[in-house]
T-cell receptor
Framework: DAGITQSPRHKVTETGTPVTLRCHQT?????MYWYRQDPGHGLRLIHYSYGVKDTDKGEVSDGYSVSRSKTEDFLLTLESATSSQTSVYFC???????????FGPGTRLTVL | AQTVTQSQPEMSVQEAETVTLSCTYDTSESNYYLFWYKQPPSRQMILVIRQEAYKQQNATENRFSVNFQKAAKSFSLKISDSQLGDTAMYFCAFMKPQGGSEKLVFGKGTKLTVNP
């Protein structure tokens, strides 16, 4: 357990509405990541952060934005949700010096 | 770009027996890491084992061990004395060290069922 929580754990929303998912960590890790998991694709990187206010795009960043105003929180925002963004979203942290990522419990998002 | 292939979408094994899950990857890098993650029905992604490419010795963690063949770009996971709690999706993943901006590249997973 790397002290990672995600909220909400489940969310159902409608197409076109904004959605924000929160990742919170308690152990002051510098690097944080957002992945999405879809059947047949494994996990794919959306965005990552290497410090407060320092973020960059991953493999599937279109339609997503992120923010990190403090070390412990990394927010993922869907400005206008679409049905293709129905997925399970995982937050991860990287433990410095180990090059190993540990995951939060995930958020299941359904966009109707 | 790196790719990870898990050729077995589903496998099953009897309790107490041994099973091996296959993983191959494609990269031109010489320094990298390989991982196996387990995802039980609870959905939590749990690190099972980690291998550093520059280490020739195969990693082991209790009943879990890997067969790392760098030249063949193969990284299989062996589970000994399978238990019902090992029932899960297993994902193989590749990572190139980049000072923190690493991304994990995942295979599509193997669904393992342990039968009583």
């Amino acid at each position: 357990d790397a002290g990672i929580t995600q909220s909400p754990r489940h969310k159902v929303t409608e197409t076109g509405t904004p959605v924000t998912l929160r990742c919170h960590q308690t152990e002051n890790h510098r690097y944080m990541y957002w992945y999405r998991q879809d059947p047949g694709h494994g996990l794919r990187l959306i965005h990552y952060s290497y410090g407060v206010k320092d973020t960059d795009k991953g493999e599937v960043s279109d339609g997503y934005s992120v923010s990190r105003s403090k070390t412990e929180d990394f927010l993922l925002t869907l400005e206008s949700a679409t049905s293709s963004q129905t997925s399970v979203y995982f937050c991860a942290i990287s433990v410095l010096g180990t090059d190993t990522q540990y995951f939060g419990p995930g958020t299941r998002l359904t966009v109707l | 770009a790196q790719t990870v292939t898990q050729s077995q979408p589903e496998m099953s094994v009897q309790e107490a027996e041994t099973v091996t899950l296959s993983c191959t990857y494609d990269t031109s890098e010489s320094n990298y890491y390989l991982f196996w993650y387990k995802q039980p029905p609870s959905r939590q992604m749990i690190l099972v084992i980690r291998q550093e490419a520059y280490k020739q010795q195969n990693a082991t963690e209790n009943r879990f061990s890997v067969n790392f063949q760098k030249a063949a770009k193969s990284f299989s996971l062996k589970i000994s004395d399978s238990q019902l709690g090992d029932t899960a999706m297993y994902f193989c993943a590749f990572m190139k060290p980049q000072g923190g901006s690493e991304k994990l590249v995942f295979g599509k997973g193997t669904k393992l069922t342990v039968n009583p």
